[in-house]
């Protein structure tokens, strides 16, 4: 073990003597690689004088079959063109054919066989699962009940329509649908059912579960990239009435605002619902109890209409099932009081009557702080199990106890922490609505950075998994050949979760705490939300915004951390200590001796680089100023007083390599001879002249015995045996892990 660490540091102070000066544009500003601002998207960043989007408004109304597990539904969209374009077709998205027998998305999905396999996942791999998914489309007319022809490719469908619709114009038609759900337990998906065995009843997640207008905007025309997997959804604001019909036991959750809850609520209830949006703790509106007698006694025969209407949103989802126990609080942010809520069968208990809600609360505050004040009337938090997956002010999450009620932290915070992000999400993208299908960082990476900002705010001690810079040092300094830049096609990420989640989380971290410093940086990110809240940013947008805010360049930050693959890893290649010459520190002893040049005598010259203080310092010697020196001026400086400034100085003289490629500020940690420390933070700039090697001089009053770079770990350095002088032996990230284990 000991013998290979020697090696590795051999073999990298060879690589960093071989840094010959290459200029790689690293500080070259991002100019054509970003799209050329116009009146739609501006140059600093926010949406520009000429800015539209499109409108899409919904009227759905849905039964969900309880006994077949089935959706049918009927919705009129009315679509309204904003653009300045005719549009003589329209796109819609049909998600559920991903599921279909003959989707892409299967014939696409690699499969190997190993020695030895799962029966579940050969069923996988088989697909022997005798299921019929996809949408059978039954209708679709214009509101007249004339028919309108359609195409459908795969998960897109082209309704065309019979006169060019022109700017400014609406268009309403019809479309009618059913399909049948998928059970979440034999293949991963979005939404579906869960069946319990011991009861025989359902937990429905309802999700991509009517055709959804496609976006049309000013980049990409209509963003009808097929739905494959990966890459999620891009969706157009719209207002929703929507109509749900389960069986009469059911609690609905739902996008928006419940319209009839004296209906389909028991008095009690009501009035729990009602006494739940003033109360500052979680009220229990449809309890354990009543949920466990529902569940023995399941209503087959009767159904109940519950309706919702929701302005603004991109989307709707919903959850059902007699299964379910309701609480609810409101949350007050500043002049708006949204219900937090969360919907759970008594499998998540004790778990979530503890900490859904509690999270949701925790969440829509530091969200609304960081960015702009939640706006919907409801925050919804449901337990389903194995997913975390975000919608309009619903979202479904993991985090289940054992059958006895107990469990571990890992799935207590696992919980916690997948509620802060899913219901962090109705920030990014549901209000600040970005691409999905072609940008997942943009709402998972800006989302777990903030999910990181409520773990540390809000909770105590907590232990965060992204967000830190150290948590992405060891995918970074992994094997580039399964990297792939954050500025990648979300069907094309390779590490999924690392790329689009940690690094850019990461990134955001260093960027806020090292790099802007949080005053710059939270002003420049509250103002990207506020430019682009409801509206349809892309990575230009936050880029600009991100500098215009804040007038420091970050193009070399861009083009490093989200452009590229390289990594933080800065050395110190050597440190020279020097002192004044003691015998020459007046102009009139040097005076007398001529033979002195400028910068020093012949025998300063060290032959090696020197690897510890012990050898002491160095003397160098200081020269009056050559009249030359002053050009035109008539005026001097005072040589003498100056050398007498400095006599008693310790000048250390540091030689910095940037081995890992991406440039980073310098961190470094000077430890003095009398025990004390002090940080000094270069920004990354000194690295524009020579993007590989940096020298510079430090003056210091005291003795320095020690130097260390980033010694709180917090710019992702990957590589912390060079980081010493003199020379740690430094354990590794293996040795270190390895030894808290024990
Ligand atoms: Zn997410």
């Not at 008539?634 to 940037?658: C, K, M, P, W």
């Amino acid at each position: 073990m000991k013998k290979y660490k020697r090696l590795i540091l051999l073999l990298m102070s060879t690589v960093s003597i071989s840094w010959a000066q290459e200029y790689q544009q690293k500080f070259e500003q991002l100019g054509t690689i970003l799209p050329t601002p116009n009146s739609y998207r501006s140059a600093s960043g926010r949406p520009g004088h000429e800015y539209w989007q499109q409108q899409a408004d919904y009227d759905i109304s849905v039964t969900l079959d309880d006994l077949n597990q089935t959706i049918t539904g009927s919705e009129t969209i009315t679509y309204t063109n904003n653009s300045p374009d005719p549009l003589s077709y329209l796109w819609l998205q049909l998600d559920q054919n991903k599921r279909a027998k003959n989707s892409n998305t299967y014939k696409t999905d690699k499969s190997s066989i190993r020695n030895s396999l799962s029966a579940k996942s050969l069923q996988a791999i088989t697909r022997d699962f005798n299921y019929d998914g996809g949408f059978k489309i039954n209708k679709v007319t214009d509101t007249e009940g004339n028919a309108l022809a359609h195409t459908t490719n795969s998960t897109m469908m082209r309704i065309e329509i019979p006169n060019a619709l022109n700017s400014g114009d609406s268009y309403s038609f019809e479309i009618d649908w059913s399909y049948n759900i998928n059970d979440r337990m034999l293949e991963k998906a979005r939404s579906g059912y869960e069946l319990f065995p011991e009861d025989g009843n359902y937990v429905y997640t309802i999700a991509q579960w009517f055709p959804r207008m496609a976006v049309y905007d000013d980049v990409n025309g209509w963003q009808n990239k097929q739905f494959l997997e990966q890459g999620e959804f891009a969706l157009p604001f719209g207002d929703y009435d929507v109509e749900i019909t389960v069986p009469a036991d059911h609690i609905v959750a739902a996008t928006g605002t419940l319209k009839n809850s004296r209906e389909v609520l028991s008095k009690e209830e009501y009035d729990r619902f009602q006494r739940a949006k003033t109360a500052d703790e979680p009220v229990i509106i449809v309890s354990d109890s009543t949920a466990i007698a529902k569940e023995k006694a399941p209503v087959k025969d009767k159904t109940s209409t519950w309706k919702f209407s929701a302005e603004n949103v991109r989307d709707f989802a919903f959850a059902t099932s007699r299964k379910f126990i309701w609480d609810a609080q409101g949350v007050l942010i500043n002049d708006k009081r949204p219900l937090a809520m969360s919907f759970y069968p008594k499998e998540g208990n004790p778990l979530w009557e503890k900490h859904s809600t509690e999270a949701v609360v925790k969440t829509l505050q530091t969200y609304s702080k960081y960015t702009i004040d939640y706006p919907y009337p409801v925050a919804i938090s449901v337990h389903a199990a194995s997913i975390g997956m975000e919608y309009p002010m619903i979202c479904f999450n993991f985090g289940r106890p054992d059958k006895d009620g107990t469990y571990s932290d890992g799935v207590k915070y696992g919980m916690i922490s997948v509620v802060i992000h899913e219901v962090g999400h109705n920030f990014f993208p549901m209000i600040i609505n970005s691409d999905e299908r072609q940008w997942t960082w943009m709402d998972e990476g800006l989302n777990s950075f903030l999910q990181y900002r409520t773990e540390v705010e809000q909770y105590e001690n907590y232990p965060s998994k992204r967000g830190p810079a150290s948590s992405i040092v060891s995918y970074m300094s992994g094997d580039k050949s399964y990297i792939r830049p954050i500025m990648t096609n979300s069907e094309q990420i390779l590490q999924f979760g690392n790329n689009a989640y940690g690094k850019p989380a990461a990134a955001l971290n260093i960027l806020r705490e090292t790099i802007m410093g949080p005053e710059l940086f939270d002003y420049a990110f509250k103002e990207y939300a506020r430019r682009w809240a409801f509206k349809h940013p892309m990575p230009a947008d936050f880029f600009r915004t991100m500098e215009d805010a804040s007038a420091i360049d970050l193009d070399w930050f861009w083009r490093g951390w989200f452009y590229g693959t390289d990594h933080v890893d800065l050395g110190i290649d050597q440190v020279k200590w020097y002192r004044i010459k003691q015998s020459e520190k007046t102009v009139e002893r040097q005076l007398s001796n001529k033979k002195q040049k400028v910068g020093g005598r012949r025998e300063n010259h060290q032959a090696e680089k020197p690897s510890d203080f012990e050898g002491g310092f160095t003397e160098f010697t200081v020269v009056p100023t050559d009249g030359r020196y002053y050009g035109e001026f008539l005026a001097r400086v005072d040589d003498e007083g100056i050398i007498q400034n400095h006599s008693d100085q310790n000048f250390y003289e540091i030689t910095f390599t940037n081995n890992g490629g991406l440039v980073s500020p310098i961190i470094i940690e000077f430890t003095y001879k009398d025990g004390t420390k002090e940080i000094e933070k270069i920004p990354a700039e000194i690295w524009r002249m020579n993007e590989q090697v940096a020298t510079k001089v430090f003056v210091k009053e005291k003795e320095v015995v020690n130097i260390s770079l980033d010694p709180n770990g917090e710019t992702a350095d990957t590589i912390s045996e060079n980081n010493f002088f003199p020379k740690k032996d430094v354990k590794s990230r293996f040795e270190q892990f390895k030894e808290n284990e024990k």
